[in-house]
């Protein structure tokens, strides 16, 4: 089990009278799913009035950049910008099926909700995500079952292709055995919004057909990762 | 406790006189008699078992995968029916490719298996006992016939805060028991769908339980496979209620 790298956003924690207390929270990620990977995953402490993303709206650009490539960059950014308290290993590898990677910290005083997000691997702009989930105040086990969503900024053609924002295609990592050769699954995205991800399609050849995904091993049911978070 | 002397067996010692012979050579025998001590064990009164009964209700939601007779276990926290990333129990295995639910039952501390397969749209109602247990826990198993080694089921559902006349109600997922490689042929598919091979010891999967990734079908672009568009599933995969009943 890997360790996630500790982020204090020091910088925007002044001191204000906040209702919620600090907390002792440990937050444990498990890929449930038997084919698919995801890039470092970010487990972030924040108040209620934020958020990383909105289930009907549009991506931020720290989302597209996370949903598209796997990098943390933007969300850390944003993290620190909103004095949000951040569990993350951004140089950590893929968290491959059924691996956890599991952190603690202490969060801030006002910081009451946990959001999580991670790149799915592959797919053109998948993540897993965790949306303002409350944090309980009682000390104990909590066990919460993450979807697969769809950032809204990227067209699914499910073709090799970049891992850069805006640019079409999937990233593909040498640890993913794809194929080559697909003519594309999609070419437009008809929901620009974030969304619940409608699954990779793929196919059953390696060298063309639509998709450079294999139908019976990239595809998804729904939950995708189990969240479990411990209040000490 | 009132009642905790009970439990503790009666200790009494009794002085008994027994005929000991002593043969001290050929042919002069004598008896003498030697109190001997013996302790006698009087057991207690045996506590009365009390038995604590679940009435499990399983509802198949799928549209057409057959749910292979149920194998619910009561076990305790060390025992581990199925864990999402580890290895499948060869018991497991034969459940998940072929329906067959004799090892799942023998888990755990007690268990009860269904009598028949679950048809889409059907449910069937079985009921576990076990004696004077309350906190035990409730993992329920079975097959996905129309496919190579999907199972759904409910993983360790405490039944600790369960009092008589309570119900707990849930979902079971669909996950692969990782031991047989999703080809969908018609080969490999046991259910009626298919008819082919169940439990096959080799095994030719990722090697761990996870969730399943759902059937593609030969209508959704898997040439190889048997399956239709009328054997796709989604979670959840069956309804199940718990009730305790005494």
Known sequence: MKTLQKFCAATALAVTALPTMAADVTVEIQNITQGLYFTPIAAVAHTPDTSLFEVGEMASAEIQEMAEGGSLAGITTVATAIGADMLAEPTAGPLAPTEKV??????????????????????????????????????????????????????????????????????????????????????????????????????????????????????????????????? | MLNQFKNKPFRSALLLALPLAISACSDDVREVE?????????????????????????????????????????????????????????????LAESGMSEGMLSLGMTSASGT????????????????????????????????????????????????VGDTWSGVGRAYDAGTEVNSESAETVPGPAAGGEGYNPNRTDTGYVAMHPGVVSSDDGLSTSVLTVDHKFDNPTVSIVVTRTE
């Open chain 2, 34 to 94: 030697v109190p001997v001590e013996v302790i006698v064990e009087v057991p207690a009164p045996e506590p009365v078992p009390v038995d604590v009964s679940y009435e499990i209700t399983v509802t198949n939601l799928t549209k057409g995968q057959p749910v292979s007779p149920i194998a619910a276990v009561l076990h305790t926290d060390d025992d581990s029916i199925f864990t999402v990333g580890e290895v499948a129990s060869v018991e497991l295995e034969q």
């Open chain 2, 116 to 163: 028949g397969p679950i048809l889409p749209g059907e449910n069937e109602t079985v009921t576990i006992t076990i004696q004077d247990v309350t906190d035990a826990n409730l993992s329920i198993t079975a097959m996905l016939g129309n496919t190579n080694d999907a199972f759904t089921g409910l993983n360790a559902l405490d039944l600790s805060t369960l009092e």
């Open chain 1, 102 to 232: 599991a952190g603690t910290f202490m969060t801030t005083d006002g910081n009451s909700v946990l959001s999580v997000v991670a790149m799915i691997l592959p797919s053109n702009d998948g993540f897993i995500g965790l949306d303002n989930w409350e944090i309980p105040t009682e000390v104990g086990t909590y066990t919460i079952y993450l979807n697969a969503y769809d950032a809204g900024t990227e067209a699914n053609d499910e073709l090799v292709g970049s891992g850069e924002p805006g640019m079409p295609g999937m990233p593909a990592p040498p640890f993913l055995t794809l194929g080559t050769g697909g003519s594309g699954v999609a070419s437009t995205e008809a929901n620009a919004t974030v969304h619940i991800h409608p699954g990779n399609i793929g196919d059953d050849s390696l060298t063309d057909g639509a998709s450079d995904v294999t139908n019976s091993i990239h595809r998804w049911l729904n939950p995708v990762a189990k969240v479990t978070v411990t209040v000490n």
